[in-house]
């Protein structure tokens, strides 16, 4: 079992920047793939960034491609997502999840869900 929470929400305007991390609890962190997802009112959950095992891969959804960074520290049992030159679009709430995968996209493929934090960029 892996239980996330998310933190680092908030409200900013466009074209600022916000960190989103994700703490995880349990002793095999290192053991599972890591994602960020996101889902706006009225659409449907989409992917935003995923990170493999050890983070020396990532996958990245072209909509933020050059804008986000995704990170992890297996010391600390922690994900991060770095965003920057935020637009009014990036507005959702951003989930955190974990899959026993090495790294994924595929959001059925992810085993494990935080609770979510609202990101809001005001234009």
């Known amino acids: 079992q892996v239980q996330l929470v998310e933190s680092g929400g908030g409200l900013v305007q466009a074209g600022g920047s916000l960190r989103l991390s994700c703490a995880a609890s349990g002793r095999t962190f290192s053991s599972y793939g890591m994602g960020w997802f996101r889902q706006a009112p009225g659409k449907e959950r989409e992917f935003v960034a995923a990170?493999?095992?050890?983070?020396?891969?990532?996958y990245y959804a072209d909509s933020v491609k050059g804008r986000f960074t995704i990170s992890k520290n297996n010391a600390k049992n922690e994900v991060y997502l770095q965003m920057n030159s935020l637009k009014p679009e990036d507005t959702a709430v951003y989930y955190c999840?974990?899959?026993?995968?090495?790294?994924?996209?595929?959001?059925?493929?992810?085993?494990?869900w935080g609770q979510g934090t609202q990101v809001t960029v005001s234009s």
């Open positions: 990170i493999s095992r050890s983070g020396g891969s990532t």
């Open positions: 999840a974990a899959s026993v995968r090495r790294i994924t996209r595929i959001r059925d493929e992810y085993d494990y």
